[in-house]
T-cell receptor
Framework: EAQVTQNPRYLITVTGKKLTVTCSQNMNHEYMSWYRQDPGLGLRQIYYSMNVEVTDKGDVPEGYKVSRKEKRNFPLILESPSPNQTSLYFC??????????????FGSGTQLSVL | GENVEQHPSTLSVQEGDSAVIKCTYSDSASNYFPWYKQELGKGPQLIIDIRSNVGEKKDQRIAVTLNKTAKHFSLHITETQPEDSAVYFCAASKRRYNNNDMRFGAGTRLTVKP
């Protein structure tokens, strides 16, 4: 089954404790992206990657890092989490080829709480 | 950059009634407008989209209309059913494919009461 898998689904942590949210897709997609969803603000892009070893900032990149060492994986790293990073996070992917390059496939989300 | 506004933030309808969600965008160069549906506990899923060279598109009970002059587009759901209850997001992009610049609205929580 084609899917984007995020882990964990729920995460509670404390300020300053480094954490990583993993994202993996099995569709051989070149493009992957991270979003955060906050009430009243919708989905805002954090970082995206056009392909392996190619990453770029989205609209709200402060406090986050990403890496793209393999095509299928795109982890989101919070080096020193703060309470304002409490949010619902989504990973997404899509193809970069022709008519397939329009539809985003989203993971099921990671609810992060930073105390 | 592009700014997408979405209204209303919440919408409650009786089963069988119609529901309309409206979005406006700021960048006149935007030409691709998808709608995503997010069910409880799941990620958003594309349900319908429209390009700027088309004024209306239908897919069974859902339809999307676009007014380029006014820079607004709308999602219409007819004969609503309880399974239509979800959060709906509109989005806008200058490109249909490789749409890295896509921006989302704030979302509309639709509740369909049986």
């Amino acid at each position: 089954e084609a899917q984007v898998t995020q882990n964990p689904r729920y995460l509670i942590t404390v300020t300053g404790k480094k954490l990583t949210v993993t994202c993996s897709q099995n569709m051989n997609h070149e493009y992957m992206s991270w979003y955060r969803q906050d009430p009243g603000l919708g989905l805002r892009q954090i970082y995206y990657s056009m392909n392996v070893e190619v990453t770029d900032k989205g609209d709200v990149p402060e406090g986050y890092k990403v890496s793209r060492k393999e095509k299928r994986n795109f982890p989101l790293i919070l080096e020193s989490p703060s309470p304002n990073q409490t949010s619902l996070y989504f990973c997404a992917s899509r193809s970069s080829g022709g008519f397939l390059a329009e539809k985003l496939f989203f993971g099921s989300g990671t609810q992060l709480s930073v105390l | 950059g592009e700014n997408v506004e979405q209204h209303p933030s919440t919408l409650s309808v009786q089963e069988g009634d119609s529901a309309v969600i409206k979005c406006t965008y700021s960048d006149s160069a935007s030409n691709y407008f998808p709608w995503y549906k997010q069910e409880l506990g799941k990620g958003p899923q594309l349900i319908i989209d429209i390009r700027s060279n088309v004024g209306e598109k239908k897919d069974q009970r859902i339809a999307v209309t676009l007014n380029k002059t006014a820079k607004h587009f709308s999602l219409h759901i007819t004969e609503t059913q309880p399974e239509d209850s979800a959060v709906y997001f509109c989005a806008a992009s200058k490109r249909r494919y490789n749409n890295n610049d896509m921006r989302f609205g704030a979302g509309t929580r639709l509740t369909v009461k049986p």
